[in-house]
């Protein structure tokens, strides 16, 4: 019998920790100070093996899958029909690392997983998810049917596994059920705060706020020169949700143009290949967030850090920011200025409700403003909402038919009066 080991150099990180390497890193931005200190994935913050403490084979084919899957000659004869993107490949990597952590938390000695092979043997893969279902509350919750379905890709695509066992898997998988479609009750919720149009006007109003005080006082202190970009992605989120990967790599010239030249619409412009989804996005940015675009580059960054700089978001050394340290900004910001805690990514969820409010039944509108590649994926995430839509517009149907008679009831009472 395999005993569990004691610790296996788990990566346990605290609250207090992961505060700490925000606090970090919010200091580097404002002073300049290096080296900076990456923060950890929060799907890595949990209780995971370290990976040098899994077998050298397992960790190379890990990479070596992964290498495969990223497609780096498309005409091997054993390559895939299509690449994954970058984030795709973190998310993938991420989930390896989860069944592994998981099948040693459930008591399976690391040495004995020498190969991706072992993790979709249907015993492991049922070790597996049931650890994994114990550690998420008796719920098969998104993130453990995602899991399931990886390891199914991996048996199926990669170690190429007989189908009398492929068959054994799906068995197995499908007794985690499916996950309901749609948002969550936590994103629902902070879409709901958005109903009251005071909260609402606050956010829409805050990048013009937070801009023109931080411009105002730029002069005084160069630690606002971290709220103007603040500002910037805040407006660019609300006119333009992007993914916060996408928005964090924003380059000038390279997604950020002015083919009209200054004083007009810039083009936001991301490839195919940069997309989660492998759709290329184009808008059009309106004038006053084109402007104040230009402005940062052309002016303030270029007097702050002595040139123009290659990227949007940086400090002022003219050093790229991190991901990491861009979202924490955000939210900190919104949380102090609005009192609303909204990640980036959830300005995608109010770019839709907003489309949707104003238009219910805009669900073609609202998948080309968030770049879904299908409009089933627009419709699952946001045709729930728009039953409170309907309810709306029907009571308002009910109100404008119900006008004529109480508008005859009325003159009844006006002639019986005279």
Known sequence: MTSKPASTGTATRSKSALTNFFTINQIADCLDVSPRTDVPDKAVTSDRIRWEFLPASFRKENDDYLRWCSVPDPLDEDARTRAHAPATLRLRRDHIHLAASAACSAGIDPNQLTSLSRLVEPEMFRTILRQQWKEREQKPTSYVVSLASVLFKIAAEWVKVPLEQLAALKEIRSKLGRTRSGLTEKNKTVLRRFDDPRLLAKLINLPDVLWRTAR?????????????????????????????????????????????????????????DETKNEEPLEFELPEVLSDRL???RNEIAAAIIGRRPEFLFVSKNGKRRSLATLRVAI?????????????????????????????????????????????????????????????????????????????????RRDEDRE
Request: charged share 30%; aromatic share 6%.
């Open 216 to 272: 105002r006082n730029l002069p005084l202190s160069t630690r606002w020169f971290v709220d103007l970009q603040t500002a910037l992605a805040i407006d660019i989120l609300l006119h333009v949700p992007l993914r916060i990967e996408n928005l964090a790599a924003l380059k000038f010239d390279e997604h950020l143009h002015w083919p009209q030249g200054k004083g007009k619409p810039a083009l936001m412009v991301i490839r195919e």
């Open 294 to 296: 230009y402005a940062f």
């Open 331 to 411: 939210q900190r910001t919104v949380i102090r200025r609005v009192g609303v805690k909204i990640t980036p990514h959830q300005f995608r969820h109010l770019g839709a409700k907003l489309a949707l409010d104003d238009n219910p039944g805009a669900h073609e509108h609202a998948r080309q403003l968030l770049g879904h590649k299908s409009l089933k994926t627009t419709t699952r995430f946001y045709a729930g909402p728009d039953t409170r839509r309907a309810g709306r517009a029907h009571a308002d149907l009910i109100r404008r038919l119900r006008e004529p008679k109480l508008e005859r009831s009325r003159r």
